[in-house]
């Protein structure tokens, strides 16, 4: 079976432009989470999704960033403008909505903004 | 203070032996998980418990909920189980709370 996919693996981008992340949960999964990993704050969550439906985005750092899951397979993190600060690896995981379940991590998206 | 506090921050160890890494926790929770991550890697979820002990293969993972404290013990290290190992808490029903990481070196 195919895990959490991720998409692109790299983005560097230049201050300023828009940048678009992509996940495609594990089939069957409802639950959708959105983490950020850095070296000075380590792994935070920034957003979950339960049902396609948002229920904890106290994480997200400001308004320039956004979350959304169109259907209940794939979710997109956007960032708009970029800052030099977001630079991170972003990773989305997905579970079944059930507290027993761990959460199954995709590889993860390397930003870099410039 | 972070709410999910890990030691050692690194540990360098020689092939074979015994590893031990811990985490104390000060918040209410329903779950506690180990992760694993390999440089550059991907996040692997090798525990999630929330009482007593789980085995797996050479890896065990204990929790003493008295007490918000769990560790992870690597039996015969090997160098491939070099990464870095990552307590987290389930907060509620489904939200992680992660710590900052053991960063574990073994050398043939």
């Known amino acids: 079976d195919a895990g959490v996919i991720q998409s692109p693996r790299h983005e560097v981008t230049e201050m300023g432009q828009e940048v678009t992340l992509r996940c495609k949960l594990i089939?069957?999964?409802?639950?959708l989470f959105w983490y950020r990993q850095t070296m000075m704050r380590g792994l935070e969550l920034l957003i979950y999704?339960?049902?396609?439906?948002?229920?904890?985005d106290s994480g997200m750092p400001e308004d320039r960033f956004s979350a959304k899951m169109p259907n209940a397979s794939f979710s997109t993190l956007k960032i708009q403008p970029s800052e030099p600060r977001d630079s991170a690896v972003y990773f989305c995981a997905s579970s079944l909505y059930r507290s027993d379940q761990p959460q199954h991590f995709g590889d993860g998206t390397r930003l870099s903004i410039l | 203070k972070n709410e999910v506090e890990q030691s050692p921050q690194n540990l360098t160890a020689q092939e074979g032996e015994f590893i031990t890494i811990n985490c104390s926790y000060s918040?209410?929770?329903?779950?506690l998980h180990w992760l694993q991550q390999h440089p550059g890697g991907g996040i692997v979820s090798l525990f999630m418990l929330s009482s007593g002990k789980k085995k797996h293969g050479r890896l065990i993972a204990t929790i003493n909920i008295q007490e918000k404290h769990s560790s992870l013990h690597i039996t015969a290290s090997h160098p491939r189980d070099s990464a870095v190992y990552i307590c987290a808490v389930t907060q509620g029903a489904q939200k992680l709370v992660f710590g900052q990481g053991t960063r574990l070196t073994i050398n043939p």
């Open positions: 918040v209410g929770i329903s779950a």
């Open positions: 999704f339960n049902n396609n439906v948002p229920i904890d």
């Open positions: 089939s069957g999964h409802n639950s």
